[in-house]
């Protein structure tokens, strides 16, 4: 059966579809290991097109001098479109990512619109802030009659951006590139992990079908060496990148040079603390839920359980108890919870890691190896690891697979300690019947974000971004829009 979207084969520039000179690359569907489609790779001509067409749209096309409204009404189009394709999107995504079918619809596609529509709709109100009118000498003629002045403090695009994603949530993660810098007035070169580019590519059926101006979305594929042109090249006001800690690296040394604007989006290796006071038996189920989510390929996901020795046992076993339960295979099952992880480089990574924990002394408390009877696909079973040490390898890493780590601590003291001991800074959550002690950790916790008791759902108002090592900027959130716009002071007098 034909997968959705898997036809398009050709790059999206300047408005129109643009054969890749490179050869066609396979793209695996990683539960099966079979050929979705044959995606078009981009090279660096194709990349340097796709610069200089959204140059030319920004400098001189329509889009940027557009008001709000009008952008808005656009994005409101391609909200639409998006909507009417969603079933489409999420086959897509089962196929191309592996994600399970509940985790899919809720997370990867029905999520990521509602954020992008709040967006939408908060950018239509954007308030225009004045400066305080004010009697001054003027500084041409100190002895003469004082002036009064005011001015306006407006916030205008940065220019041309480039969005670089990751392959975990595609979709969801070309959204939240191509939404607020859109909106805000740029325009954007969009490059999609080449294990995922049809979740990209889809925009640009989109972006022809509600009439977007040519140059102002352009969809161009690839690899290192494309992500590295975009990263430097002059042309480029704005790298958004969402992806690893090392990339993100390598993206800021790149763009360096031309002093451009960097937002990163980033690695975690977010803690759970779980007080003596939590429900084991909800906590444990939460933490195993988030385990689990796409196979553990997410930055955000809680695979650190800090938990009070006085429980901790307790904890572990019910959670082992529960992953037992837990259906790992292919997601075109929809009883399936847990599907594969992306690709094989992907799986021996993991099992680098679970082997490093069982050589530093770490307890497998269960999983540590590949599902029974699963010969094809990237499976990995769900492992868990007790008596660990926070200065272990596994504990420091991201592993970006469905490898929980278990610590004890005996103080709240030392469990705040113990989270906050990591390069990382993206996420946190707080266990525990004593709502007003957990806020009071949390706000102790060094992370852009802290769930208590499991938060309150998607929160499309709630901005997501890291501290340390996971990051800078954020994304989501009233203020969202302000990280693709800049802020400019006009200044005069007033009266004459």
């Not at 002036?147 to 695009?157: K, N």
């Not at 969809?219 to 958004?240: A, C, H, W």
């Not at 796409?294 to 959670?319: D, E, K, M, P, W």
Request: charged letters at 15%; one cysteine or more; proline letters at 6%.
């Amino acid at each position: 059966m034909s997968i959705p979207f898997t036809h398009l084969d050709k790059l999206y520039i300047d408005g129109c579809w643009v054969a890749a000179d490179g050869a066609r690359e396979a793209v695996l569907n990683p539960a099966t290991e079979a050929v979705i489609g044959h995606a078009p790779v981009g090279d660096i001509a194709a990349a340097a097109s796709a610069i200089a067409a959204a140059r030319e749209a920004f400098d001189n096309g329509p889009w940027p001098h557009m008001s709000m409204a009008e952008r808005a009404a656009y994005m409101r189009r391609m909200h639409a479109a998006l909507v009417a394709r969603r079933e489409q999107i999420a086959a897509l995504i089962i196929a191309e990512v592996g994600c399970s079918q509940g985790v899919t619809y809720a997370m990867q596609v029905d999520m990521p619109l509602a954020h992008v529509l709040t967006a939408i709709e908060q950018s239509l109100h954007q308030e225009l802030r004045h400066i305080p009118l004010e009697a001054t000498p003027n500084p041409m003629n100190p002895s003469g009659p004082l002036i009064l002045g005011s001015g306006s403090i407006e916030r205008e695009a940065i220019g041309v951006v480039a969005g670089i994603t990751g392959y975990n949530f595609p979709f969801l993660l070309n959204l939240a590139k191509v939404f607020p810098a859109l909106l805000a007035g740029n325009t954007l070169v969009l490059k999609p992990s080449p294990f995922t580019p049809y979740s990209a590519l889809l925009l640009g059926e989109i972006a022809a079908e509600i009439g977007l101006p040519k140059g102002v979305l352009n969809i161009v594929t690839g690899g290192i060496e494309v992500g590295s042109l975009l990263s430097s090249d002059p042309q480029v006001d704005m790298v958004s990148f969402t992806g690893s800690e090392a990339v993100g690296v390598s993206i800021m040394a790149q763009a360096a040079p031309t002093l451009k604007r960097v937002h990163l989006e980033l690695g975690g290796k977010s803690a759970l603390i779980v007080r003596a006071d939590a429900d084991i038996q909800a906590t444990a189920m939460g933490a195993l839920a988030g385990l689990t989510v796409n196979a553990g390929q997410g930055c955000a996901l809680l695979t650190r359980f800090v938990v009070h020795n006085s429980i901790r046992q307790q904890f572990v076993q019910v959670a082992k108890a529960m992953a037992s339960q837990i259906k790992i295979g292919n997601p075109a099952d929809p009883s399936v919870m847990m599907g594969p992880l992306i690709r094989e480089s992907q799986r021996a990574k993991v099992e680098h890691f679970i082997a490093s924990g069982r050589d530093a002394g770490a307890t497998l408390v269960c999983g540590g190896g590949r599902p029974v009877g699963l010969k094809q696909g990237f499976f990995s079973e769900i492992t868990l690891f007790d008596e660990v040490r926070n200065d272990m390898h596994i504990a420091q890493e991201e592993i970006f697979g469905p490898v929980g780590v278990t610590i004890g601590f005996d103080t709240d003291e030392e469990a705040i300690a113990i989270a906050n001991d990591s390069r990382y800074g993206l996420n946190g959550g707080i266990a525990s019947a004593d709502a007003a002690t957990a806020y009071q950790m949390a706000r102790r916790i060094r992370a852009g974000s802290v769930y208590i008791n499991g938060g309150g759902g998607k929160m499309p108002y709630a901005p997501i971004g890291g501290f340390k090592r996971s990051g800078i900027g954020r994304e989501f959130g009233p203020d969202w829009l302000k990280e693709f716009t800049q802020e400019k002071s006009i200044i005069y007098p007033v009266g004459r």
